[in-house]
């Protein structure tokens, strides 16, 4: 989907302002929507740009991640993402209640995976070598 119809869409419930800590906003890049929560979104060293963490919510645990982004594009405007158009948007619906402290938090993956898709390999959920999607270390 082209982000100017995703924006045209979601018209009633877009913000008018960035996102702020505690929010759901959408994170668009090449045309894959997913929903997000703001973790945190601090000043980097750079005059103008931004550290952005979010919890992008396309699967169950949550997965982390951490832009570093331009004031501009916490307003909505498109940037690119390893040569990828990408996009914030707000949505003006309020805090979300989420703790952050989960340990079964997903550690973020490249964003080429996350737009390609699995890449074939098997899960490691025991990081014991396990080539299978077992919960039981291998023997």
């Keep these: 989907m082209e982000i100017s119809r995703l924006k045209k869409l979601l018209t009633p419930i877009l913000k008018n302002d960035a996102p702020q800590v505690g929010e759901l906003c959408i994170i668009w890049i090449a045309g894959v929507v997913a929903y997000a929560i703001v973790r945190e979104i601090e000043p980097f060293y750079m005059e103008g740009w931004w550290e952005f963490r979010f919890l992008i919510l396309r699967q169950i645990p949550p997965q982390e991640h951490e832009w570093r982004i331009k004031t501009e594009h916490l307003h909505g405007h498109e940037f690119q993402l390893d040569s990828h158009p ?46 299978g999607k077992c919960d039981t270390p291998c023997s």
């Design 86 to 131: 990408a996009a914030i948007l707000a949505l003006n619906l309020g805090a979300v209640a989420l703790s952050f402290d989960d340990p079964n938090m997903v550690k973020s993956k490249s964003w080429k995976e996350m737009i390609d898709g699995d890449d074939g390999k098997e899960d490691d959920p025991g990081g014991n070598g396990c080539p």
